[in-house]
């Protein structure tokens, strides 16, 4: 076999040999693309919770980033998470008719702000990105944990904190410090765990490009800035410009971004801490029918509410819409600020348009090459459809022949037994 494919190739002309390399070539790159982007998509795991919550794709996670007049805040999540249940129940989306136990909930959601904070230990500040959490946020986004564990969100006291291993380092010398007191505005808080952050640089340009540890939303509200509520938090977490600060000598306050430990020990007043993201993940029997539940409760006006589906945006249709809209791709024409995790999703999306854009030319080329094969073999054939049916005519009556003789041939040696 292998004989008869060197001598057929040994026949070809030259540009048919560099046309059938190229359009393999051209195969493969086009599925490299294609596999590269799922594998990558796969990577950015605080999208890919519609497919943790269930495998066979019956469920969508859902994000949703509001604008400052919104003005959507902790107290408003019950009522939003009623309503999303009423949706379903109203679209006959049960637990029953799921096939799911009545203790299985039917969404999981969390809430987020993004802020500043400081944090001190054994009188070492430094200042940090800090994002503000509510629900069942490392459900969606995991981290990859040194030491410890999250804290958890049905938690009564909200002093536990998450630091991120470069903090960890400047606080204590150590990434194993789960269980270790930390002061947050003059009050102690605890280490539930470390993580290592993201250093990639998709990662650092989308915001995550220093310090960044995780606290409870009313944490950050009474001893933080965040939110929408001072110009200074419009940088999004990590901190890059976080500063160690060593303890003073002789009782002197030690600055830290120009405000002093002795006058950060006292609470803020909780001042009503916006939540800039909403994310839940729900039943998705049909695709779309999650968001357009979400997006039905929080309704479209697009300059108070984003609303995204994640588990469809780097799909190939979703891809295309991409690539119809590059031009207004770059606009910002509603207040809105994503956080970090949002930008770094948006990034990969024009990556994987551009990727998904190449995939697409080279199946173009490798077609193109193919019908100019085609055309040039058929032109250049030294065979006619007619002598083709002749041919299986042929073969047929040879075949029908030799099975008549065969059986003749049994039923001979039969009656000479």
Known sequence: MLRKIAAGWSR????????????????????????????????????????????????????????????????????????????LEAASVTSASLGLPEAVPL?????????????????????????????????????????????????????????????????????????????????PHYVAGVYQRD???????????GRCVYVSLETLQTYGSGGFRSEES??????????????????EMVETGGSSVLEGSSA???????????????????????????????????????????SRRFSGEHLQQILAGWIRRGMQTVPMRYPFWENRARAWENIFSLMYFLENVTRVLAGFLTILLTVSWYRHRKWTAAAIAREIMDRNYDRQARRALEKKQEIQEKKTI
């Open 268 to 310: 803020k007043e909780p001042e009503g801490l916006l939540i800039d993201c909403y994310e839940v993940v729900m039943p998705d029997p049909v695709s779309g029918f999650a968001e357009k539940i979400v997006s039905s409760q929080l309704g479209t006006d697009s300059s108070l509410v984003t609303v995204v589906d994640n």
């Open 234 to 251: 419009a940088d999004l977490p990590g901190e890059k410009d976080s500063q160690e600060q060593q303890p003073a000598a002789d009782g």
């Open 107 to 187: 969404l999981e959601d969390c809430w987020s702000a993004s802020g500043k904070i400081e944090i001190s230990h054994n009188g070492t500040t430094v200042s940090c990105g800090a994002v503000g959490t509510g629900g069942a946020y490392f459900l969606f986004h995991p981290l990859r944990l040194l030491a410890g564990d999250y804290y958890r969100p049905g938690e009564i006291m909200k002093d536990r904190v998450m630091l991120d291993e470069e903090t960890a380092w400047a606080l204590f010398g150590s990434s194993d410090i789960e269980g270790q007191i930390i002061e947050i505005g003059g009050m």
């Open 199 to 209: 250093q990639d640089y998709v990662t650092r340009a989308a915001g995550l490009d």
């Open 12 to 87: 070809l002309r030259p540009w048919k040999k560099r046309a059938l390399a190229a359009i393999l070539i051209l195969m493969v790159l086009s599925r490299g693309l294609a596999l590269a982007r799922r594998i990558q998509g796969n990577r950015l795991v605080d999208q890919n919770e519609g497919k943790r919550w269930a495998a066979d794709g019956s469920a969508a996670q859902i994000s949703c980033f509001f604008s400052e007049d919104a003005g959507l805040t902790q107290d408003s999540i019950p009522e939003l998470e009623y309503n999303l249940l009423h949706g």
